[in-house]
Nanobody, 122 residues
Framework: QVQLMESGGGSVQAGGSLRLSCAAS????????MGWFRQTPGKEREVVAG????????YYADSVKGRFTISQDAPKNTVYLQMTNLKPEDTATYYC???????????????WGQGSQVTVSS
């Protein structure tokens, strides 16, 4: 069974930066996509960014493109989300998620981490 351990998050002023980490352990099926969703009360869960594990393809939501960068450290089975130029609307709980295909990952029905709170003040 794949388990995802998240770290990072915090509170920053608008324009600041944070880095989220997500480490995968265990095995149930092959994981080829990992990344983050975010959730704010009263809003639909949003896809933020994802990466094809071990390869180069990435996905970014239009709202974060150019500000967030997803990367990975394969030996550590860890992915990172470097968030820069943060805006108040980025405030949310960020959840790491993983699945076997891009389509499955986007649907959000695979493996999930515990979540990390990101708060951006104006």
């Amino acid at each position: 069974q794949v388990q995802l351990m998240e770290s990072g998050g915090g509170s920053v002023q608008a324009g600041g930066s944070l880095r989220l980490s997500c480490a995968a352990s265990g095995y149930s099926r092959k994981i080829y996509w990992m990344g983050w969703f975010r959730q704010t009360p009263g809003k639909e869960r949003e896809v933020v960014a994802g990466v094809n594990v071990g390869l180069t393809p990435t996905y970014y939501a239009d709202s974060v493109k150019g500000r967030f960068t997803i990367s990975q450290d394969a030996p550590k089975n860890t992915v990172y989300l470097q968030m820069t130029n943060l805006k108040p609307e980025d405030t949310a709980t960020y959840y790491c998620a993983a699945d076997g295909t891009f389509v499955e990952w986007v649907r959000g029905r695979g493996y999930w981490g515990q979540g990390s709170q990101v708060t951006v003040s104006s």
